[in-house]
Every structure is written in structure tokens, then in C-alpha cells.
């Protein structure tokens, strides 16, 4: 008995150990970046790797801020962006998910293979289509180019419709009707507050995915003024902050910074949330 | 009653109709474009007018032959398969770990949580900030490595496409682990702990049990790890355009950066890069319907079994019964 306690608990000390190397290999990078932030070239250049901040935090910034990076231009328009299609997303994703478990119609199950169909295709892969498409109506430095086709999300009409089955009984909406209420009203005022953890848990995902994309802004905005903070980012590697450590690490760090703050708070839902989108998988 | 709900049929058509335009004008026209464009002549930067190729199938033939395509094709899937099997072994093994009921963890929420986060952060900011931790002479792998003494001299880790493709296939790795392993927890805990008390009665070890009950359990959520992570893999962009601009010598070049460098960069080849998208788009969709084949509703898959045979078991009484009125 003896034995086999002491062999359980090497067995959990070197697991611990295993978890502590993969947490540092987690947080090292990013560490690096925030302290390199506040430190000048030259003392990055002798020692790239200290944990001790210094004070060139301000100088760093001047320098950053003089180039072509502009972090609050990008990062407005990457507000606007995210928060316009995480709102498009969700709201009609819940409501083509209605449609398709609420009502009987006769393409009902035809639509939703279709939806089931497309969901995997991802939209990087038609990209050459909808630039030319969207120069020929001269709309390419229009972010609501990067927004309207939030509107149509398969994947995500396909996590509501499996969330909406179980959670919204078809008695409440008849017991609606028969008080008189519209569909439309059914809808807004009562499946979407039942669908509100779902939503919430769409929402932070289509933000996320949204507030990092590369590949779409990239293609479409080419004037300065509507470039998204990825973009801005890409200018981080060009030739103008090529000796300039310090501000390239603190343009880094003031992309990366505001993510990490807002994951940290929300890590509890996040996690759950990764967990949910795989339970129907 | 039965009038009722046909009169409500139409709001079914109406709910959906936003997303059916949005999708029309947004995938379903872009995707018959790229494939129109892949059989023409357009080119050149501002370009919109085209004509078709004399032969049709000149783009795909080029694409197909050039030698720099079948290099992005076969980088991009090396990468993505030697950063999924490591990716998928760790996830396997602190899923594992963590939903095993003899250890407890000490701090497993705040593991979970680190584990994740890479996931999280822009990966143009992460391909960015690697570039700069692998620099030369002085970056802060090199600073790190001579001051442990594990090299003498500053090593230019990124000049060798060796190197430069581990580095990606790091990357993908460690942003990728924490979000699969948070998926296969979720897939473990999800098999009913009965069968695993059942394990436990007949006196399974450890071991026997992750290998008799864990995995074949969670066998569809693998499935669904593995096709995910394949499209994505097959679409992979950020990393490798902004670590290394697919280089050095086109190492980390992907079919995706390939594709944008022949359509927005050089001499604007918009008809050779709609072709190889839709070679891309015949993959891909290969892939998904695999997953969709896999995953479908087996119950509903059942009904449809069940009924079918009892109505072809109906029809063959008729059909009897007619015989018999016949004689």
C-alpha cells in the first residue's frame, strides 16, 4: 500500500512539473515582449532576454508613434469592425436558426443540409471571386465590405439551431401567439433572452476571430486610414522599425496587451465556451 | 389545425431569407466567380475585363505543373502534419492527466487557462514577435542559449529552411494544444462515468482504461479535432506571410501565401490564383464531406433506415396481394 502511495504521488509531482514547463513556454514569450517594451535598443541589443523593466518606455513610444504605425487608427477600426459583425452574426444566425426549428416548411430540411454542406468551407478560399467582385462596385476601402457577410455564418446558425432544439419549447411560442403577439415579437422578445448564453458564447468567438483577421482586410483596404490593427501590426516587420527593438516590442505588446486583459477576465466563460462549441462535434 | 400551421410555413422562408441573400451575394457568387476567373485571361493590377482562355484548362495546368505550387502544396501539408500529431499527443495526454480521478492537479483551471492563451493573441502579432525572439545576432533565443552556454556564438537560426519550418511548426503547435486539449476534456467528460466505474470494477489500470475506454470514445471528437484542424492547417496565412514572408527560399511558403503573392503582388495573376483556389476548394471540400458523412445525425440516419424498409416491406404486401387477386 505503502508503495503504491509513494508511486502516485511521483507520478502527480511529475505531472505538476510537466504543467509548470508548458505554462512557462505559454507566458514566456509574451513576457519577453512586455519587458523589452520598456527597454532601449542598445540594452536590448547586449542582453535580449531580462526580466527587469526599464525606463525607456516613453522613448520607445516616440519613436513607435513617429513612423507610419498608428495603433488607434487600426484599433478603431478594428472596434467598429468586430462589434458590427459580432452583432450581425449573432442576431440573424439566432434568427435563420428560428426559422429552421420553429416553423414547418417544405425546403426545411434541404436548408438546413445546405447549411450543414458549406459550414467547413472556409471563405479565404473564394477570396479572389469577392475582391473582384467588390473593386468592380468600388467598395473596397468600405469596411462594411468586411462586415455584411457576417450575415450569413453557417457554422454559427448550426451551434444556435443545436442550442435552440432542447432550450426553446415550441408551447411557449403558441402560448405567445395565442395571446396575440407577431412572430417577429415572439422572436426578439422571447427566444432571443433564451438564447442568450449561446449568443454570449458566439459572441466573444466571432469577436476574437473577427478582431484577428489578416487575410480579408489585407485584400480589401488599402488606404491607410482604414487599415485594421492586424494590418498595422504586418507594418511592424517592414524596414522602418527594422533596428528599432524597443518600439517594435511595445507595438507588439500594445496589440497584444488589451487581448490578454480581456481574456484574463473572461477566461472562466472562454474555456466553457471552447468546451460547448465541441459538444455537438 | 392542420391549416394553422401551413399559414405559419412562410415565416419559415422569411427568418432565413437574410441569410440566404448575405450568402448569395457574399459566398455563393464569389465562389461561381473564382471558379469563372480560373478559365481566363485576367490579370494585371486593376484589371476587371477578361476573356476565356482558348484552353480552358491552361490556368490549372500551369498551377498544377508549377514547381513553386507543388512546393506550397507539399510545405503546407508537412506543416500542418507535423504540428497536428504533436499537438494532438499532448492534448491526449494532459486531457488525460487532468480528468483522471486519482490525481487532483493543484492548479488545473490556471493551467488550462495559460495553455489556451496563445490561441487568443492575433497570430500576426505572435509571427511577429517570433521573428523578432529568433533574431540575429542578438534576439533572445540566441541571448539565452549563449548565456547557458549551449552555443559559443549567435546562431542565424531563420537563413535555414530547416530551422524556419520548425519554428513554424512550433508556433502552430503551441498555439493550437491548450484549444484541442480543452475539446477533448470536454469530450471525456462527456462518456457517461458508469463505464468507467464498470473499468474500474474489473480491475483496469490506468493505462488500459485511456486505451479501452477513453479512446474509443472519443473517437468523433477526435474526428472533428482532425478535420478542423485540416482546413485550417490546408488555409494557414498569418504565420508563415508575416514570420518569414514564406521564406527563406520558399521553406515556410503555403498554398494560401502562394496564392495571395500571385494575385497581389508581382504581375497580379488573378486567373492562376482563382485556379489554384479552386484546386484548394475541390480539396477542402473533399475533406468536409468526409466530416459531414461522419457526423451526421445517426439517429435521424436510423429513422430514415427504419421507414424506408417498412415502406418498401408495404409495398411488396401490395404488390403480393395484387399477385394473389390476379391467380
Known amino acids: 500500500m505503502k508503495k503504491s502511495d509513494n508511486h502516485h504521488y511521483l507520478a502527480k509531482t511529475l505531472i505538476f512539473i510537466a504543467c509548470v514547463f508548458l505554462a512557462i513556454l505559454s507566458l514566456f514569450p509574451f513576457v519577453v515582449m512586455l519587458v523589452n517594451a520598456t527597454r532601449s535598443t542598445t540594452q536590448i541589443q547586449q542582453h535580449a532576454v531580462s526580466l527587469i523593466p526599464s525606463s525607456y518606455l516613453a522613448n520607445n513610444l516616440k519613436v513607435l508613434l513617429g513612423k507610419s504605425f498608428k495603433p488607434s487608427v487600426g484599433f ?10 459580432t452583432l450581425l452574426a449573432t442576431y440573424f444566425s439566432t434568427l435563420t436558426a428560428y426559422g429552421l426549428v420553429v416553423y414547418d416548411w417544405k425546403l426545411k430540411r434541404a436548408y438546413f443540409s445546405f447549411i450543414m454542406a458549406i459550414m467547413m468551407i472556409p471563405a479565404q478560399i473564394t477570396m479572389i471571386g469577392f475582391y473582384q467582385m467588390v473593386y468592380k462596385i468600388h467598395m473596397t476601402n468600405k469596411l462594411s465590405m468586411l462586415i455584411l457577410p457576417a450575415i450569413a455564418s453557417p457554422s454559427m446558425v448550426f451551434f444556435m439551431r443545436q442550442y435552440m432544439i432542447p432550450a426553446l ?82 507595438g507588439l505588446s500594445m496589440t497584444a496587451l488589451p487581448l490578454i486583459i480581456v481574456y484574463l477576465a473572461l477566461s472562466k466563460y472562454i474555456i ?5 462549441g465541441s459538444v455537438k462535434g | ?22 450568402y448569395l451575394i457574399f459566398s455563393a457568387y464569389p465562389t461561381l466567380y473564382t471558379a469563372i476567373i480560373g478559365f481566363t485571361d485576367l490579370k494585371g493590377i486593376g484589371k476587371t475585363d477578361w476573356h476565356f482562355l482558348k484552353e480552358p484548362f491552361a490556368n490549372f495546368v500551369t498551377i498544377l505543373t508549377s514547381p513553386t505550387f507543388q512546393n506550397a502544396f507539399k510545405n503546407t501539408v508537412f506543416l500542418w502534419v507535423c504540428n497536428f500529431i504533436p499537438q494532438l499527443l499532448l492534448a491526449l495526454l494532459l486531457a488525460a492527466w487532468f480528468t483522471d480521478r486519482r490525481f487532483k492537479i493543484p492548479g488545473e483551471g490556471a493551467f488550462k487557462v495559460m495553455f489556451y492563451m496563445p490561441n487568443i493573441i492575433t497570430a500576426a502579432t505572435i509571427a511577429i514577435l517570433f521573428n523578432a525572439l529568433f533574431g540575429y545576432p542578438m534576439g533572445p533565443v540566441n541571448d539565452l542559449l549563449t548565456r547557458f552556454g549551449f552555443i559559443s556564438q549567435p546562431y542565424n537560426f531563420l537563413v535555414k ?4 519550418k ?20 470536454s469530450g471525456i467528460l462527456g462518456i457517461s462515468p458508469e463505464i468507467f466505474e464498470a473499468a474500474e470494477v474489473d480491475g483496469a489500470n490506468g493505462w488500459q482504461t485511456f486505451w479501452h475506454v477513453t479512446l474509443p470514445n472519443i473517437r468523433t471528437i477526435m474526428l472533428f479535432t482532425l478535420v ?24 515556410t511558403l503555403t498554398t494560401s501565401v502562394f496564392i495571395y503573392n500571385q494575385a497581389f503582388s508581382g504581375s497580379y495573376m488573378y486567373n492562376r490564383a482563382a485556379a489554384a483556389s479552386m484546386i484548394m476548394f475541390i480539396i477542402i471540400s473533399a475533406v468536409s464531406g468526409i466530416m459531414f458523412y ?34
Open chain 1, 76 to 85: 478603431m477600426n478594428s472596434l467598429i469592425i468586430s462589434v458590427c459583425t
Open chain 1, 169 to 250: 419549447s415550441l408551447e411557449i411560442v403558441q402560448s405567445a401567439r395565442i395571446d396575440g403577439a407577431k412572430e417577429f415579437l415572439i422572436f426578439n422578445k422571447i427566444a432571443l433572452p433564451i438564447m442568450k448564453p449561446a449568443i454570449a458564447t458566439q459572441a466573444i468567438f466571432t469577436f476574437v476571430s473577427s478582431w484577428n483577421n489578416l487575410f480579408t482586410p489585407l485584400i480589401l483596404l488599402t488606404d491607410q486610414k482604414k487599415y485594421t490593427l492586424p494590418i498595422m501590426i504586418s507594418l511592424l516587420r517592414g524596414d522602418i522599425y527594422k533596428t528599432e527593438y524597443g518600439a517594435v516590442y511595445l
Open chain 1, 272 to 276: 466553457a465556451g471552447v468546451a460547448l
Open chain 2, 1 to 22: 389545425m392542420k391549416k394553422k400551421s401551413f399559414s405559419y410555413a412562410k415565416y419559415g422562408y422569411i427568418f432565413t431569407l437574410p441569410f440566404t441573400i448575405a
Open chain 2, 161 to 164: 529552411k530547416s530551422v524556419a
Open chain 2, 166 to 185: 520548425g519554428v513554424v511548426i512550433f508556433i502552430q503547435t503551441w498555439m493550437w494544444y491548450g484549444y484541442t486539449m480543452i475539446i477533448l476534456i
Open chain 2, 228 to 251: 478542423t484542424s485540416l482546413i485550417g492547417g490546408l488555409n494557414m496565412f498569418d504565420i508563415p506571410r508575416l514570420f518569414l514572408m514564406g521564406g527563406p527560399d520558399n521553406a
Open chain 2, 294 to 327: 461522419f457526423l451526421r445525425d445517426k439517429d435521424e440516419a436510423k429513422l430514415h433506415k427504419v421507414m424506408k424498409q417498412q415502406i418498401k416491406a408495404e409495398r411488396r404486401r401490395q404488390k403480393e396481394l395484387a399477385k394473389g387477386g390476379q391467380a
